[in-house]
T-cell receptor, first 114, second 111 residues
Framework: NAGVMQNPRHLVRRRGQEARLRCSPM?????VYWYRQLPEEGLKFMVY????????ESGMPKERFSAEFPKEGPSILRIQQVVRGDSAAYFC????????????FGSGTRLTVV | DAKTTQPNSMESNEEEPVHLPCNHS???????IHWYRQLPSQGPEYVIH???SNVNNRMASLAIAEDRKSSTLILHRATLRDAAVYYC????????????FGQGTRLTINP
């Protein structure tokens, strides 16, 4: 089992460009979560998705950020018109259905906006 | 989300046991106690979780107080690789699925 796969590991974008971060959950996991970690800060919840549904997006910035988890393929976190403040590590986690399970996290995508 | 309180930092010596405390006085009956750790420049890693009974796995043990208002993560024999930030998190078994991370305890292991 390959675990949670995130790509790319590192992404450099110029201000105003779009960033697309991909997350493939563990096999058999139907729940995906995205977190952001700014330099020297803690992990902040962004969004929780199940296949084709956004369940909780209470941590998502209101503008420029969107997420999806299509029926086929990985979950995508999309940041439009990136700004320097978007530079951070973005982590994806997955879990099976049911609440008596832990999360498995990916290694993250480190986004740098220049 | 129910709140947890952890010391900001702790220090221990290699090959000695480490007891990481966590207070969660407002825990509800359906909340699971989860522990994760984050090594430098890595993603968080699941350590252990429990509801009422003490739990053991290959990484650690979780001791849960009888009233469930506190718990302790026990690393039986610390190694340098255990140096990380450890997070104690309550996960609602009856409601929202998301984990809310606090500041955690930064554990330093001395050789």
């Amino acid at each position: 089992n390959a675990g949670v796969m995130q790509n790319p590991r590192h992404l450099v974008r110029r201000r105003g460009q779009e960033a697309r971060l991909r997350c493939s959950p563990m096999k058999g996991h139907s729940h995906v979560y995205w977190y952001r970690q700014l330099p020297e800060e803690g992990l902040k919840f962004m969004v929780y998705l199940q296949k084709e549904n956004i369940i909780d997006e209470s941590g998502m910035p209101k503008e420029r950020f969107s997420a999806e988890f299509p029926k086929e393929g990985p979950s995508i976190l999309r940041i439009q018109q990136v700004v320097r403040g978007d530079s951070a590590a973005y982590f994806c986690a997955s879990s099976p259905s049911g609440r008596n399970y832990g999360y498995t996290f990916g290694s993250g995508t480190r986004l740098t906006v220049v | 989300d129910a709140k947890t309180t952890q010391p900001n930092s702790m220090e221990s010596n290699e090959e000695e046991p480490v007891h990481l405390p966590c207070n969660h006085s407002t825990i509800s009956g359906t909340d699971y106690i989860h522990w994760y750790r984050q090594l430098p420049s890595q993603g968080p890693e699941y350590v252990i979780h429990g509801l009422t009974s003490n739990v053991n796995n290959r990484m650690a043990s979780l001791a849960i107080a009888e009233d469930r208002k506190s718990s302790t993560l026990i690393l039986h024999r610390a190694t340098l690789r255990d140096a990380a930030v450890y997070y104690c998190i309550l996960r609602d078994g009856g409601g929202a699925q998301k984990l809310v991370f606090g500041q955690g305890t930064r554990l330093t292991i001395n050789p």
